[in-house]
């Protein structure tokens, strides 16, 4: 057994160390895309109990996160419209994707379980153009020949908020309908022609949760954790495919990051008879010289730390995380990028 004294001294050193580690703590925070914010949380929380740093993040929509961001009211934005390299020349930022999921249009129709409704884009442009008023049109009933479909009148739901899930649905819909590209086209905030809005994707799984007859477009996770009803889409090679890690994973595959300024990419109507038709990157974006220099460098060792050890995380909830050629890529572009008041990095390169 150890003498009193000894243990005296172990416990004032075990004091001391957890003390250090509070001191030393650097808190961040960060604001923006509700499409991420479930993997984000899940981190934070993993990340707090092993290092003392928190990472609070506000869940208020890309084009929120971008506003905050441009304000330096936050250490970091998240965005799922990637900005252009013009923009963030414009701006003093630089940007990366953080992980990759999908947008998955989801319904509440009585007797219809998750997957057994079919659309296509032309079918789904149709509905939230306003064009398609009832479940038992016949454009989808020729998809779903053996579904039992009633005359329910649709109920669309739709982001009121600025939204990067909204740019990348409503880019897909630009894609695959003259009609939408032409009368709507695609953005973060859009004059919808019909539907109720509601904020946050939070807000669109909860208005088709409790609206019959609904239809709207969320993140995955989100559709998984409100245990809502997702339709599977006809993609760009016309087979038609569920929202999967591995249909995910088929579009993503397309992507050629280190040819990419800004790493802009989107990601959605990519070919390949596994892909699925809206999958989305959600981006991160970082003053290139921060004001809060100690904030910004744990704010890189933070999504460092979310590369390293985040990813069976994401895949739990249904994203997928970079593969590691593109993650050394986004590290050197930290080491060239995000600099101190001195010029030097805030970050290695590997």
Do not use: C
């Not at 961001?69 to 936050?74: D, H, M, P, S």
């Not at 609904?214 to 569920?242: C, F, H, P, R, S």
């Not at 390293?308 to 986004?330: F, M, N």
């Amino acid at each position: 057994m150890l003498p009193k004294f000894l243990k005296r001294a172990a416990v004032a050193a075990l004091s001391l160390a957890a003390s250090a580690q509070l001191a030393f703590a650097v808190d961040i925070s960060g604001a923006g895309a509700t499409f991420p914010y479930p993997i984000y949380a899940k981190w934070a929380e993993a990340y707090k109990k092993e290092t003392g740093s928190s990472m609070n993040y506000q869940s208020i929509g890309s084009g929120g996160g971008i506003k905050q961001i441009k304000a330096r009211t936050v250490t970091f934005g998240a965005s799922d419209q990637p900005l252009k390299a013009e923009d963030l020349e414009a701006a003093g930022l630089t940007q990366w994707p953080q992980v990759i999921g999908g947008i998955v249009p989801v319904v509440n129709l009585d007797g219809v379980a998750p997957g057994d409704l079919t659309l296509n884009g032309d079918a789904l442009a149709k509905i939230f153009l306003g064009e398609i008023k009832t479940w038992d049109d016949p454009a989808i009933k020729k998809l779903n020949p053996k579904a039992k479909l009633s005359s329910q009148a649709i109920a669309v739901a739709h982001r009121s908020d600025g939204s990067g899930t909204t740019f990348n649905f409503t880019n897909y819909l630009s894609k695959v309908s003259a009609d939408w590209k032409t009368k709507v086209g695609e953005n973060s905030a859009v004059e919808w022609p019909v539907g109720l809005g509601a904020k946050g994707n939070e807000g669109v799984a909860n208005t088709v949760a409790n609206t019959k007859g609904a239809i709207g477009y969320v993140e995955y996770a989100y559709a998984k954790q409100n245990k809502l009803t997702y339709v599977k889409l006809a993609n760009k090679d016309g087979k038609v495919v569920a929202p999967t890690s591995e249909s995910f994973q088929a579009a993503a595959s397309n992507a050629d990051w280190a040819k990419s300024p800004g790493f802009y990419q989107i990601l959605t109507d990519e070919p390949g008879a596994k892909s699925w038709p809206i999958t989305a990157a959600t981006f991160i974006l970082l003053p290139k010289q921060p004001q809060d220099a100690a904030a910004a460098a744990e704010a890189l060792k933070f999504f460092g730390w979310a590369f390293a050890k985040g990813g069976k995380a994401a895949e739990e909830l249904d994203y997928i995380p970079l593969p590691e050629s593109v993650v050394a890529l986004i590290k050197k572009s930290w080491a060239a990028n995000v600099k101190g008041a001195d010029g030097k990095p805030l970050a290695a390169a590997n």
